[in-house]
C-alpha cells in the first residue's frame, strides 16, 4: 500500500479543434468550445477539477489543435486557481484519440507516472476518478473504461460493450454499432497504466509494415491517398476493440449522469446537470435570494459575483448568468445560459435559451423555445452582440452574431 502512495498519476484532457466544433456554431465563432462557459465555468474547467481530486496527480495536460495563444490566459489562472500544473499541448495534425496520447508520450511520461488518465473535454459527468483509479488497480489490466447504463434506443450512437458481470472485464467493443449490441456504453473517461503505449505504437508498426508490402499498381499511385495515416490511431476501432476479451481492459459503471456536450442545447442540459451537482461538491457557487434585496432564486442558478440582478427579477431553476450582466426589474428567467455583457430590461422573459455575448433583450421581449435539448431548434440561440428590441417574441430560433431583431421570429436560423 505504501509504494501505491508515492506513485505519480497525470491527467491528459482532449480538447479537439476548431475543426471539431461545427456543430457548436454559432457560439463556437467567438471562443473556443472547450472555454465555452457552462454552469458559470468554461466546458474544460469541469474534467479539469476533477481531475484534482486524483491522488498523487502530477501533471494535466490539454492536448488539441487549436492555436496555443487561445489556451495560454486560461491554462496560467487554471494553474494558479488549483495548484496543479496544467499545460497546453498543440498537435500539428489530428493524429486521431489515441495517436494524440502517443504523440506527446516522451511530455507524459516525464514525471514516470504508473497511471495516465485521458478524458474528453466534451464529456459531462460527475467524473468518480479516484474510484476509478482503485478499482483498476484491483483489476490489475492495462486500461479501465468508465461506462453507464444507456437506453437501447440512444446507445447505438455511441460506443457499446459488453463486459463480464463478475470480473468487469471488457469482452466486446464496437463503436455506433447499427444493430444492438449492448445498453452499456462507453464515457469517454479512461485510466491506463503505460502499457498503453506500445499498444498503440503497435498498431504504428503494423500499418508500416502492411504499407510497406503493399504493392501499389500504377493507376492506384496516381489515386488520392485514401489510406488512415500510419501516425493516426483511434482509441476505440484501433485499441479497444483489438484488446477486448484479452484480459487487458475493465470497465468501471458510474450510476450517476453522464451526457456528451455536442450542440448548445446539449451545453444548457449540462449546465443543468453541473448546477445540481453543485448542491453536492460546491454550494458555495450557487446563488440564493427571497426578493428582498436579493432577487428570487429557484432551484440551482449560478450568478457571477460582476453581474447586477434586480431584486425584483425571479430566477431559476437551472439559470447561468455570467460576469457584467444586467438584468433588470420583473425580468424572469429559467433554463437558460446569460453570457458575458448581456443586458435583459423590464419584464422580459428568458427560457431555454442561451443569451450571446454583448446581446441586449428589450422590454416585454420573450426569447424561448420548447426545451427539447437534442434537437436543432429545441433551444433558442443569440450570438454574439444581438439586438432584441422591445416587445419582439423569439421562439426556437437560431441568430447569427451582430443582428437586430425588431419583429417576432419562430422556427427560423436567421444568417
Known amino acids: 500500500m505504501g509504494s501505491s502512495m508515492e506513485e505519480k498519476v497525470v491527467a491528459v484532457i482532449m480538447v479537439g479543434g476548431p475543426t471539431k466544433g461545427t456543430r457548436f456554431r454559432p457560439l463556437s465563432l467567438n471562443i473556443p468550445k472547450p472555454l465555452f462557459p457552462i454552469a458559470g465555468q468554461p466546458m474544460v474547467h469541469h474534467p479539469i477539477s476533477a481531475c484534482k481530486r486524483i491522488p498523487n496527480l502530477a501533471q494535466i495536460y490539454l492536448v488539441g489543435f487549436y492555436e496555443e495563444r487561445e489556451f495560454a490566459l486560461y491554462v496560467s489562472a487554471i494553474s494558479n486557481e488549483l495548484k496543479v500544473p496544467v499545460r497546453y499541448l498543440r498537435e500539428d495534425k489530428p493524429h486521431g484519440s489515441a495517436g494524440g496520447l502517443y504523440h506527446f508520450r516522451n511530455l507524459i511520461m516525464e514525471d514516470s507516472p504508473s497511471h495516465i488518465f485521458l478524458l474528453n473535454c466534451d464529456v459531462c459527468c460527475s467524473f468518480p476518478l479516484p474510484e476509478m483509479l482503485e478499482a483498476h488497480r484491483g483489476y490489475g489490466g492495462i486500461g479501465t473504461l468508465l461506462v453507464i447504463k444507456g437506453s437501447p434506443e440512444s446507445a447505438s450512437q455511441f460506443g457499446e460493450l459488453v463486459a463480464d458481470p463478475v470480473t468487469n472485464e471488457l469482452l466486446h467493443y464496437t463503436e455506433k454499432p447499427e444493430t444492438f449490441v449492448s445498453d452499456r456504453i462507453n464515457c469517454g473517461v479512461y485510466v491506463f497504466t503505460p502499457e498503453i503505449f506500445n499498444a498503440i ?19 492506384e499511385a496516381l489515386q488520392p491517398a485514401t489510406r488512415i495515416p500510419t501516425d493516426f490511431v483511434r482509441l476505440d476501432q484501433d485499441i479497444l476493440s483489438p484488446l477486448a476479451g484479452k484480459k487487458q481492459l475493465y470497465t468501471y459503471e458510474t450510476m450517476d449522469f453522464w451526457e456528451q456536450i455536442k450542440s448548445p442545447g446539449m451545453s444548457l442540459r449540462c449546465s443543468g446537470l453541473y ?3 453543485f448542491r453536492l461538491t460546491s454550494p458555495q457557487l450557487l446563488a440564493s435570494g427571497d426578493g428582498t434585496s436579493i432577487a428570487i432564486v429557484i432551484g440551482d442558478v449560478y450568478i457571477h459575483p460582476s453581474a447586477k440582478v434586480h431584486p425584483t427579477a425571479k430566477i431559476g431553476p437551472n439559470v447561468s448568468i455570467s460576469a457584467n450582466a444586467r438584468v433588470g426589474p420583473g425580468v424572469r428567467l429559467m433554463s437558460c445560459i446569460i453570457l458575458d455583457d448581456v443586458e435583459i430590461m423590464e419584464n422580459a422573459v428568458v427560457t431555454n435559451a442561451i443569451v450571446g455575448w454583448k446581446s441586449s433583450i428589450g ?3 420573450r426569447v424561448q423555445a420548447e426545451g427539447v435539448y437534442n434537437t436543432k431548434l429545441g433551444v433558442t440561440i443569440l450570438g454574439d452582440s444581438v439586438s432584441v428590441e422591445d416587445e419582439v417574441v423569439v421562439t426556437s430560433s437560431i441568430v447569427l452574431p451582430n443582428k437586430t431583431l425588431n419583429v417576432s421570429v419562430q422556427d427560423e436560423i436567421i444568417l
Open 363 to 365: 422590454r416585454w421581449s
Open 201 to 219: 505504437g503497435d498498431v504504428s508498426t503494423q500499418r508500416k509494415d502492411r504499407a510497406t508490402l503493399k504493392r501499389v499498381s500504377s493507376f
Open 275 to 277: 448546477l445540481s451537482q
